[in-house]
């Protein structure tokens, strides 16, 4: 069995590379990030969740038990945070774009797969004031 690594050693390895880069083309496509800063925090995510899905491969080597358990904890945290703060960042752009875009909302919609829609906020409308010599 190759010595367990994890972090950046871990992604890369020859065996698993194949394997990492189909992990991250599902995520980056389920997450669908728009901005510099949701592509980090969706890179903080795939290498906290890939890491993860190493430590579940091992987790039949107890020889590395508190190690494996270290990283988990750890790439769990991250993965929760990252994620948090996604559903934060899209949200807040959906919740932009819908109060000036309200036509465009499925749109948005698809752009934004991690929004929390129950929690924006709903665009108003203004009625047409309709002045008594109109009537």
């Known amino acids: 069995m190759p010595e367990l ?3 950046e050693h871990a992604i890369y390895t020859p065996e698993n590379h194949a394997r990492f880069l189909a992990h991250r083309d599902s995520v980056i496509e389920s997450i669908k ?5 949701e592509s980090i ?10 890491e993860m899905q190493r430590v579940r ?3 039949a080597n107890t020889a590395a038990e508190s190690r494996l358990n270290a990283a988990n904890s750890r790439a769990s ?3 929760h945070r ?3 703060q996604l559903k934060r960042l ?4 959906a919740a932009h774009i819908t109060t000036f875009h309200y036509p465009r909302q ?8 991690l929004a929390e829609v129950h929690r924006m906020p709903k665009p108003f409308e203004i009625p047409s004031y309709v002045t008594p010599e109109e009537k």
């Not at 990030?33 to 800063?37: F, L, N, R």
């Not at 925090?41 to 890939?50: K, V």
């Open 77 to 79: 945290r991250n993965w």
């Open 5 to 7: 690594q994890f972090g």
């Open 90 to 93: 899209q949200s807040a752009r």
């Open 41 to 50: 925090l969706t890179d903080e995510l795939l290498h906290a969740s890939w």
């Open 106 to 113: 499925q749109e948005l919609l698809t752009r934004t797969p």
């Open 33 to 37: 990030p728009a901005t510099y800063i």
């Open 57 to 59: 491969d091992n987790s």
């Open 82 to 84: 990252s994620l948090k």
